[in-house]
C-alpha cells in the first residue's frame, strides 16, 4: 500500500462501482469522456471532495459553497441549482448502495471543445459533470504510524496569478512538489510560500503545536480547506490557542507536534520533517485531542 494521507483500506466492492457523467450513469470501466474535454485539454475546471458518514453528506452545504466560488471565478456559468446536483449526488450514492466510508469526488469543466484551445469561446457544450463515488476507509496504519514531510523548492503560488484557494484541475504544481518528496524518500510535500514562510502541503493543510498553543499559516497561500476551517473553530470552541501567522521552518524544526488536515484522512500526525524527528508519541497529545474532537463534530454532522 502506498504510504500517505490517502492511504484507504483496498475494497472489492470498487470494482462495480457506477458513475455518473452529465447525468447517465457508467460503470467505472466504461466511464469515459471526451479527447477534446476543456479538463483533459488544458486544465479548465473545478472540483470538491468529501466524505459520506452514516448516509450523509459531511460538511456538504461549504463544499458546495467553495465549488460555486471556484468555478465563478473561472467564469464557469452552472446550468443547474446546488439543490439539483445533491440529488445526483444521492442518486449515485443510492445506485451503488452506499451508505458510510464513502469518499465522493465532484469533477467540473467548461465542456467540450471544437478543436484544442485555451480558448473558452471554443467550448460548443455546456460544463461536463463527472462525480465519482467510491468505497473508501482511511488505514488506521497512517493515524498510528504518521506521514513524512519535505520541503520541496516549488513555491506556493501568489494570489495574483493563481489563487491557491481555487481548486482546479491543474494540479502539476502540487505533484512536482510531490515527485520531490517521493524522491527525498518522504512521504509528502511540506510548501513555502512565495516570502519563505510555511504555507500548506502539496494536498492537505500544515499545523504544528508549539507548547499548548496550535500555529497553522495566514492562510493566504494555501487551500482553503474545509477540515482547516473546522479544525480552527474547534480551537476556539475548547479553549486552545490557535496561531494563524507567519513562521518559517525554524520554528518547524522545533515544534512539539505537527499534523496535517484533509477532508479523506482528517487529522494525520507528521513524525519527521526533512529527516528531523517531530515530537516523541504518535499521534501527540494535542493531534489525539484535536483529532477525538473533529471525529465528534463529523458524527454529529452524520446524525
Known sequence: MIHGTHNAIEDERNKDVLISINGELFHRSEAKISVFDSG???????????????????????????LWQS?????????????????????????????????????LTRGIKKTPSQD???????????????????SSDTKNTGVSLFTS?????????LDPRLNCHSKLHEVQALMQALEAGADEALMLDPHGFVATCN???FFMVKGDEIWTSTGAYCMNGITRAKVI????????????????????????????????????????????????????KMTAKLSALYQELVVQQSN
Open 153 to 161: 523548492t516549488f513555491r506556493r503560488g501568489s494570489p495574483d496569478y
Open 203 to 205: 494536498a492537505t493543510n
Open 120 to 138: 473558452p469561446r471554443l467550448t460548443i457544450s455546456g460544463p461536463n459533470v463527472v462525480i465519482i463515488a467510491e468505497h473508501k476507509q482511511a
Open 233 to 284: 473553530e474547534l480551537c476556539a470552541r475548547n479553549g486552545i490557542v490557535c496561531h494563524q501567522k507567519n513562521f518559517s521552518l525554524f520554528d518547524v524544526y522545533g515544534a512539539d507536534e505537527a499534523f496535517v488536515t484533509g477532508s479523506f484522512g482528517g487529522l494525520t500526525p507528521v513524525t519527521k520533517i526533512d529527516g528531523k524527528l517531530i515530537g516523541t508519541d504518535i499521534p501527540g
Open 40 to 66: 483533459y485539454l488544458v486544465g479548465d475546471g473545478v472540483w470538491e471532495a468529501f466524505r459520506v458518514h452514516n448516509g450523509q453528506m459531511v460538511f456538504i452545504d461549504e463544499h458546495l459553497n467553495r
Open 71 to 107: 468555478a465563478k471565478v473561472i467564469g464557469i456559468n452552472l446550468p443547474f441549482s446546488k439543490a439539483e446536483l445533491v440529488e445526483q449526488i444521492q442518486r449515485i450514492l443510492d445506485v451503488n448502495n452506499m451508505k458510510d466510508y464513502i469518499h465522493v469526488r465532484v469533477m
